[in-house]
């Protein structure tokens, strides 16, 4: 095996032989320093594979023949290893993204690019606290010397303040390693550490000087002006560096003298790093301009990392399984997107549109984004899991809320900046070339990022179960994505029904009707998809990725396999959603409730997991402590995608935009997978209550107002897919109401109505889809009179508002009807009154969903209009036959579902003889009715064909109106604002007061991030004196607190 | 009078250098003075580096006449700091030069060494 | 169920339909002479049937238009049949063996989206107006109604009609409007909406557009939504009887329990001018709404 000295040695000879290179051969010094580059890679990958697989020894190099403290000591672990591979392979990567600037800047540039990552190198290995500064020095003036790559003047200051600032910092280090060798006598650190300084009158300020110098190395927040000026002016790739590879290294020089400063150091470094993640998070909100986002959210994620440096004594074993997620991802994606910056080339976050010029760019930031935010299978996802349990273990709940408010905060400005990049409007925006050498460091951390991210989830253990097999699906179908739809939609409808068909067996209960809802429904709907021409670019990953999520939480036993397949659905239903037109901000309010309600469902599992050793979900059902927060936690993270009341402000917009086959998916199937968690948590934890207060009987008010709520804004929308989109708001509230009621017949309704919900809103929004791609209009008042035009669909419009309406004879009755039994037996009769009270508002978007679209007046552009094709009617007929057979035999539906629902709730169940069910209250006969209406219906019609059978149809203006015959359908079509006095009345409880408040939360956390921003003047005064302010200040509260070092 | 001795003098030379260097660079708007003012505040640390590594009554760690080749431990200073400083001189020089190139890359394109004139980066 | 079921069903319903009929015109008559005014003969009612099956000319503007009748009229029947008309009476029981209070409650709205599909299809702003305002006004009377129910179904501790009925035999005491008042006043005040007398006729509203849904029917359409308006206020007022007034066990008191429950839309009807519908949404729901909370809560 090659020396680790041959590092240095290789790094030092490059950078000399360099020199006597001339300018003309540029090209050959550029290779020979790449060769260095990746020489030096070669050797820490050699060693790193050496220590992951043949339980290689960490090594001690001595230098000069010399053991320390007479000389200069290296050492080589397992930990040097994994930094100088990850600091290395990005400096070889960054120099090949370099090529055309350190070419055309000739030799000079690179002796410094490679003395750079010398430096770096040493400052990992060496054990020589002098040294150890030396060689800092080194680093930070190559860098200073790197930033200069970028001629412009911005730059150029900005590399001023970044060597004013890294100047004074090392200043204050020199004393402080001075002042330590006056107290210890020794350089070297292993000497140091034995002396526990800190105890020594005088060492603690020695010490704490060498601490706060390496802390301000890593720009902590709010000292670090200087850090954001030069990540926003310099050069894109020497950013990555900064970025990656020396705030890599900064993090292991903290964690290589911390055990000098021993265990009071924790404090002050948890400390820091909790404000410096949260405070500059919050200031990335009001950032605009690309690169200083990513500075942001770097010294974001470094403020993370020192968090969990400082939460050692909490974390334990698994403190370094956390913080080597955390900063692999951290270093791989800031990379890459630094790198995406340069090939975009543009300034603003609202630039970046034009980066869907090549979708396969949107991909590789896509990776970046959702690494960084933690979003499975990266790294990061696993880090974070990890980090939540051990601290929710140990209690700390104080610090687990701000770092999941932290990770929050970044997720906001990193979602609104890919909803840019995905959905802004990118006309005017300028053309960017891809060069071979720009584009090739971007893949490869992209795919190092997949690849780490899947070892990482076998070093978990518990991660082994992870079912990637739905994973390589999506892969295989972005690999086809070049072929045409009806293909690639055989393929993916295959695939669902083979693996319903070989997981069907093992499923039962609850598990088995979601996943029938699940797949099933998946089928259905992809059906209409073969309507569609061309290639649909993408559509066909996201979609599986979806189906993958839902079908991960059914198959899911641990609380890890849950969260990773929530997340995996999570993803998928975002890039569905952010696929429709206008759906930018929708997209975003989605993707921000959905992760805020996912740190909810993590924090709840981490407290739930406390004093118990088993992951599965059953630790659910024996929780020790907090009880009812956890509940809590846990429904509302679900009821954040069943969109119940206060957090249901991301569904209107996002259903309504989205396409028209993918509103039923997000609509009718992913709503369920909120029901699914609801009934999950609720079996396994059972009743719960804040002292007498019961938590269900909140919920069912929740469901109730959802409910009203819903159906009430639903009538109020001109919008025919916002109309549905609120329907669907307000169906969930029943069965969250029904939920909550925990008894036979409310779960009974629940699920019931989950079901029958889905049959409906998938046969409404494809029906309404069809439509609205026939008028080309969402609005409904400018339609009118299409049930000539498209019988067919205003035969699925109608029975499905049947449905909905819950008027006998059709299925959507007996949910009713259940309900009402339901209730006299708990008694929560105020909100029950309040479920049916929006069961009868339901008639009022009902009917003006029929009328507006296909009664009253045709519109003259609509005279020519055909009728939906035929692979969107398919799908509605199925449907439409299916809701047909559970009318009229309801104890197929019913009976499976009570079934299910016995085995915990067995009191109160529904007798059945034959089709008629009977209750404690009263009694049903659904097969029967369906016999007597039809009859009496037959025998009217009869009566009235008798009498009337030759009346004559008359043409639509035919009416008598006032003695005038009107001409014009947009007059005479009454469909604009429909209920207009009930608006009147009772509009003001529709007042969005919901959204105003939410909107009142962000500016309000916008304007206190604008208002704290303003501290970066851009002086460089300004940011010494920041330096200097956080030295005294952090000193005060080391020496001044009970926390004194 | 007897507590006066050189290290403490050269000590207390040290800091009040490094305070009106620092002192230099947050109040000076000139460039070139921010310069100087981050030479004196290194001058000063290099300074205290040396102090720290006095002995009373030692002499310098070269080996001639002066010193008693039998007894080097006991007759000379620790020679580590005085290595040190060498190093450190180096260094400061090294990032001295470095921010002067950059003064003068900003002067040539702003015309200016008005600090405030350099504030185009911020929030 | 057999086939004499059928029969005793059609019984039923010749015997209401005559009833209601009668009732509509003799309630005329009376309003008239109230009003000093002579008014129309009490046969009326059957002249305008007759008459309108009559006529020669038919038109439609479709399908949905030609089957809203049919759709109101099975609405009416419906809501009759799948309700015991005479306590203890297998013969008039009906179809009550298919379903609960919930189902009769949920039934009435068959007839009303049917008929407000139909009428929305001839295209008449008029129509569209009167079904904007009847469904509004539906909503809002509704939720007293249903807290109503509530409390009685509670009250007697089942959904069963016949056996709400049956408790309250044993004289008027027994009766819901004596044993559960807030319930029963909430559910009356409601009545007064269903029934869509003044002050709560602005659906229809002959003043201002032109009597609303039905508009555009005509000849035998209009004659079979003339039956269902003879049926189905009968089987409402025979719906109320049977929760609030101890149900009937012969025709004769059913026939003198309903024209005297009808009295009170009528006489509210005569003394009250017309709401706007936002203000009578609002009206039921706060007086009607409250008094169906303390109803809720007594229980």
């Not at chain 1, 990005?90 to 800047?105: P, T, W």
């Not at chain 1, 930031?365 to 933690?374: C, H, N, R, S």
């Not at chain 1, 929308?717 to 029904?738: H, M, N, P, V």
């Not at chain 2, 947050?26 to 460039?31: F, G, P, R, Y």
């Amino acid at each position: 095996m090659v020396g680790p000295i041959y590092i240095i040695a290789i790094a030092l000879g490059t950078a000399f032989s360099l020199g006597f290179f001339k300018k003309a051969n540029s090209n050959f010094s550029f290779a020979f320093m790449l060769f260095a580059m990746a020489f030096m890679t070669f050797i820490s990958g050699q060693w790193l594979y050496a220590f992951l697989t043949q339980q290689q020894e960490t090594i001690q190099i001595f230098t000069a023949g010399f053991k320390p403290p007479f000389s200069i000591s290296l050492q080589m672990g397992l930990h040097e290893s994994v930094f100088l591979s990850l600091i290395n392979i990005i400096g070889l990567l960054a120099a090949i993204y370099l090529y055309d600037q350190l070419r055309e800047k000739g030799v000079q540039m690179m002796m410094i690019f490679v003395l750079l990552f010398m430096g770096l190198n040493v400052v990992i290995m060496t054990r020589d606290i002098f040294n150890l500064f030396v060689f800092l020095e080194i680093a930070s003036i190559a860098t200073a010397g790197l930033i200069i790559l970028d001629k412009s003047i911005n730059a150029t200051s900005a590399g001023f303040k970044y060597i004013i600032a890294t100047a004074i910092i090392s200043g204050i280090l020199l004393i402080g390693i001075i002042a330590i060798y006056y107290f210890a006598g020794s350089l070297f650190i292993n000497d140091i550490i034995k002396l526990n300084l800190i105890y020594v009158k005088g060492g603690a300020v020695a010490v704490f000087l060498v601490l706060i110098a390496i802390i301000l190395e890593l720009k902590p927040f709010p000292a670090n002006g200087w850090a954001l000026d030069v990540y926003e002016a310099a050069h894109p790739g020497i950013g990555a560096v900064i970025s990656a590879a020396s705030a890599s290294a900064g993090i292991f020089v903290l964690a290589k003298i911390l055990p000098i400063v021993g265990d009071p150091g924790y404090y002050i470094i948890g400390l820091i790093g909790i404000i410096t993640f949260l405070g500059s998070n919050l200031l990335g909100l009001k950032q605009d301009k690309a690169n200083r986002l990513l500075g942001y959210s770097s010294i974001g994620q470094i403020g993370l990392l020192l968090t969990i440096i400082g939460l050692t004594p909490y974390l334990g074993d698994k403190t370094l399984f956390i913080a080597f997620g955390v900063l692999i991802s951290h270093a791989l994606a800031k990379a890459g997107l630094f790198w995406l910056a340069g090939i975009i080339n543009s300034e603003q976050i609202k630039g970046w549109a034009a980066i869907r010029r090549n979708p396969h760019l949107l991909v590789l930031m896509g990776t970046f984004i959702f690494a960084l935010v933690g979003f499975p299978p990266f790294p990061s996802f696993f880090a974070k899991w990890e980090l939540i349990m051990q601290l929710a273990n140990n209690d700390k709940i104080l610090w687990l809320a701000l770092i999941l408010i932290g990770s929050f905060i970044e997720g906001i400005y990193l979602f609104r900046w890919f909803g840019y990049a995905i959905k802004g409007e990118n006309e005017d925006l300028p053309e960017f070339k891809i060069q071979w050498n720009k584009i090739i460091p971007v893949i490869v951390s992209a795919l190092g990022l997949y690849a780490i991210g899947y070892y990482y989830s076998t070093l978990t253990g518990l991660a082994a179960n992870l079912n990637y097999i739905p994973l390589l699906f999506i892969i295989f179908l972005y690999a086809i994505d070049f072929l045409p739809v009806y293909i690639k939609n055989t393929i993916s409808i295959a695939g669902i029904g083979y693996y319903l068909y070989i997981t069907f067996p093992d499923l039962e209960e609850f598990r088995l009707i979601f996943a029938l809802i699940f797949l099933v429904g998946g089928i259905i709907i992809l059906l209409a998809g073969y309507a569609k021409k061309g290639r649909r670019s993408g559509f066909y990953p996201l979609v599986m990725m979806m189906f993958a999520g839902l079908i991960g939480l059914i198959e899911a036993n641990t609380t890890l396999e849950f969260f990773f397949a929530w997340e995996i659905m999570t993803i998928g239903s975002y890039f569905l959603i952010i696929r429709g037109k206008k759906s930018m901000t929708h997209a975003l309010s989605y993707m921000l409730f959905s992760v805020g309600g996912a740190y909810l469902i993590l924090a709840g599992f981490g407290l739930a997991h406390i004093g118990q050793s088993s992951y599965s979900l059953d630790i659910l059902a024996n929780v020790q402590s907090y009880a009812p927060i956890i509940f809590t936690l846990l429904a509302i993270g679900f009821m954040t995608k069943t969109a119940s009341i206060g957090l249901h402000i991301w569904l209107p917009g996002a259903h309504a935009e989205a396409e028209s086959d993918v509103s039923p998916m997000v609509s009718a199937i992913l709503l369920k997978a909120g029901v699914f968690g609801l009934i999950v948590l609720m079996l396994k934890m059972g009743a719960q209550s804040f002292g007498s207060f019961d938590i269900y009987y909140a919920l069912a008010w929740i469901g109730a107002i959802t409910a009203v709520m819903g159906n009430m804004m639903a009538a109020f929308q001109e919008d025919a897919k916002r109309l549905l989109a609120y329907s669907s708001i307000g169906f969930l509230g029943y069965a969250l109401f029904g939920l909550a009621l925990m008894s036979h017949l409310g779960w009974l309704a629940a699920v019931s109505l989950s079901v029958v919900h889905f049959m409906f809103k998938t046969l409404l929004f494809l029906a309404i889809g069809g439509v609205v791609m026939r008028v080309k209009t969402k609005e409904m008042y400018k339609m009118g009179g299409l049930i000539k035009k498209m019988p067919f669909t205003f035969i699925s419009v109608l029975m499905g508002i049947i449905v909905i309406a819950g008027v006998p004879p059709l299925t959507g009755f007996g949910g009713k009807w259940i309900l009402y039994n339901a209730v006299l037996e708990k008694g929560w009769f105020l909100p029950a009154g309040a479920i049916f009270f929006a069961g009868i508002i339901a008639f009022l978007y009902c009917f003006r969903l029929i009328h507006a679209i296909f009664l009253g007046q045709l519109k003259d552009e609509h005279r020519e209009v055909k009728e939906a094709p035929f692979w969107m009617l398919l799908p509605q007929y199925i449907i439409l036959a299916v809701i047909m057979l559970f009318s009229a035999i309801p104890n197929s539906l019913l009976k499976p579902i009570g079934e299910a629902i016995m085995p915990y709730f067995s009191e109160g169940a529904l007798e059945w003889q034959g089709n008629l069910a009977i209750s404690n209250f009263g009694y049903w006969n659904g097969e029967l009715i369906m016999y007597i209406v039809g009859g009496i219906f037959v025998v009217v019609f009869g009566w009235l064909w008798f009498m009337n059978r030759n009346a004559q149809e008359v043409k639509q203006f035919n009416i008598g109106y006032s003695a005038e015959r009107p001409s014009l359908p947009e007059t005479t079509h009454f469909a604009y604002n429909f209920f207009a006095p009930y608006k009147k009345a009772l509009g003001f409880l529709v007042s969005p007061i919901i959204s105003d408040f939410w909107e009142a939360v962000s500016e309000g956390i916008h304007a206190i991030a604008d208002k704290i921003r303003r501290i970066y003047d851009g002086n460089a005064q300004t940011y010494v004196l920041h330096i200097i302010a956080f030295i005294v200040i952090f000193y005060l509260i080391a020496f001044g607190g009970s926390y004194g070092i | 009078m007897e507590n006066l001795n050189l290290e403490i003098i050269t000590l207390i030379t040290g800091i009040i250098l490094v305070l009106i260097g620092i002192w230099g660079l947050l109040t000076q708007k000139n460039l070139i003075k921010i310069v100087i003012g981050f030479t004196l505040f290194n001058t000063g640390i290099h300074i205290i580096m040396v102090s720290i590594g006095y002995v009373k009554n030692r002499t310098a760690p070269i080996i001639d006449q002066s010193v008693n080749i039998n007894d080097v431990g006991n007759s000379v200073v620790d020679p580590v700091p005085q290595a040190l400083v060498l190093t450190a001189i180096v260094i400061g020089l090294g990032v001295t030069a470095l921010m002067l190139t950059y003064v003068l890359k900003m002067y040539q394109k702003r015309k200016s060494l008005e600090i405030n004139n350099y504030n185009d980066l911020k929030w | 169920m057999e086939f004499k079921n059928i029969g005793y069903a059609l019984l039923t319903i010749f015997i209401v339909l005559n009833y209601g009929l009668i009732l509509q015109g003799v309630v005329r008559k009376i309003g008239a002479r109230v009003g000093r005014r002579y008014g129309i003969r009490w046969y009326q009612p059957y002249i305008d049937i007759i008459k309108n099956y009559a006529k020669r000319s038919t038109i439609t503007h479709g399908v949905m238009f030609y089957i809203a009748p049919v759709f109101r009229l099975t609405g009416g029947i419906g809501l009759l049949l799948f309700m015991p008309v005479i306590f203890g009476s297998d013969i008039f029981g009906n179809f009550s063996f298919a379903g609960d209070l919930v189902l009769v409650l949920y039934f009435q709205f068959f007839g009303i989206l049917g008929m407000a599909l139909g009428a929305a299809e001839s295209g008449h702003p008029y129509s569209a107006i009167g079904i904007s305002r009847g469904l509004s006004q539906v909503t809002s009377f509704e939720l007293p109604l249903t807290l109503g129910v509530l409390a009685v179904a509670m009250q007697y501790q089942t959904l069963n009609i016949t056996e709400i009925v049956a408790a309250q035999q044993g004289g008027f005491m027994n009766w819901t409007i004596i044993t559960n008042p807030f319930a029963a006043i909430a559910m009356l005040i409601a009545f007064l909406g269903a029934m869509g007398r003044s002050p709560f006729d602005v659906v229809l509203a002959p003043q201002e557009i032109p009597i609303g849904p039905p508009t555009e029917f005509q000849s035998g359409l209009l004659g079979v939504l003339q039956l269902n308006r003879a049926i189905f206020p009968a089987a409402k007022l025979i719906l109320f009887m049977n929760l609030l007034f101890g149900g009937a066990t012969n025709w004769a008191e059913l026939i003198l329990k309903t024209f005297l429950i009808y009295m009170w839309p009528v006489f509210v009807g005569t003394v009250f001018p017309r709401f706007r519908v936002d203000q009578s949404i609002r009206w039921f729901l706060t007086v009607p709404l409250i008094i169906g909370i303390i109803a809720i809560i007594l229980i």
